[in-house]
């Protein structure tokens, strides 16, 4: 069964670097989202994309971060200077079009820690 | 912005009794989901019910929906050691966006 790819599953980075989390969405599908959950707290949605642009972000989704679609495959999420609460696990959905438009396949996540 | 609060918060329950965990949002929605997270791992889809729909079964899965009192209940019959897991709930209001607005979570542990 399809799906939803992401690497590293863990990520460990020093205050103030840059990351990039990666995605492979479902090959067929044409929306892309990026969640994230803090330990012990809801997912939150960060931002999500379509037809090679943002089509929603939150309040989360500032100018430190960012999204792109480098080639036909690749989905990614980049954080220019992390901090410390930027710790959570980040996870890239997708979904194809309608009618199976509303559900949203998930990646198992990165687990990014911000020493 | 809509919220999904899950209850109870905590549920332990015997290998074979049936665990029920509800879930209430606050804004109108087009369809609400249920997602399975086993600890520290991603989120699996569960079920679908779309805002018109009253009740939808999968296998030992059935949801339902009041849109009146803006909740649903995810029914498990016979639990499994297996199922113990966290499950949340998921609303989306459609759009060209459908994002997820996930509620709090129900954390289910089922004792063999």
Redesign the interface.
């Known amino acids: 069964e399809p799906e939803v790819t992401q690497t590293p599953s863990h990520q460990v980075t020093q205050m103030g670097q840059e990351v990039i989390l990666r995605c492979v969405p479902i090959s067929n599908h044409l929306?892309f989202?990026w969640?994230r959950q803090i330990l012990g707290q809801?997912?939150?949605?960060l931002v999500?994309f379509?037809n090679n642009e943002i089509?929603?972000k939150?309040e989360i989704f500032d100018d430190q971060f960012s999204v792109e679609r480098p080639d036909g495959s690749n989905f990614t999420l980049k954080i220019r200077s992390t901090k410390l609460e930027d710790s959570a696990?980040y996870?890239c959905?997708s979904?194809g079009g309608s009618p199976t438009?509303?559900?949203?396949?998930?990646?198992?996540?990165t687990?990014l820690s911000v020493l | 912005s809509q919220q999904g609060e899950e209850d109870p918060q905590a549920l332990s329950i015997q290998e074979g009794e049936n665990a029920t965990m509800n879930c209430s949002y606050k804004t109108s929605i087009?369809?609400l989901?249920w997602?399975r997270q086993n600890s520290?791992?991603?989120?699996?889809?569960l079920i679908?019910i779309r805002s018109n729909e009253r009740e939808k079964h999968s296998g030992r899965l059935r949801v339902t929906l009041d849109t009146s009192k803006k909740s649903s209940s995810l029914l498990i019959t016979a639990s499994r050691a297996a199922d113990t897991a966290s499950y949340?709930c998921?609303t989306?209001s459609?759009g060209?966006?459908?994002?997820?607005?996930?509620?709090?979570?129900t954390l289910l542990a089922v004792q063999p």
Not at chain 1, 42 to 45: A, G, H, L, P
Not at chain 2, 40 to 45: E, F, I, K, P, T
Not at chain 2, 96 to 105: C, H, P
């Open positions: 929306y989202y969640y809801k997912v939150e949605f999500s379509y089509s929603e939150s696990m996870f959905a979904t438009k509303n559900i949203q396949y998930f990646g198992a996540g687990r | 087009n369809n989901q997602y520290g791992r991603g989120l699996v889809h679908l949340f998921a989306d459609g060209a966006t459908n994002k997820l607005i996930f509620g709090t979570g």
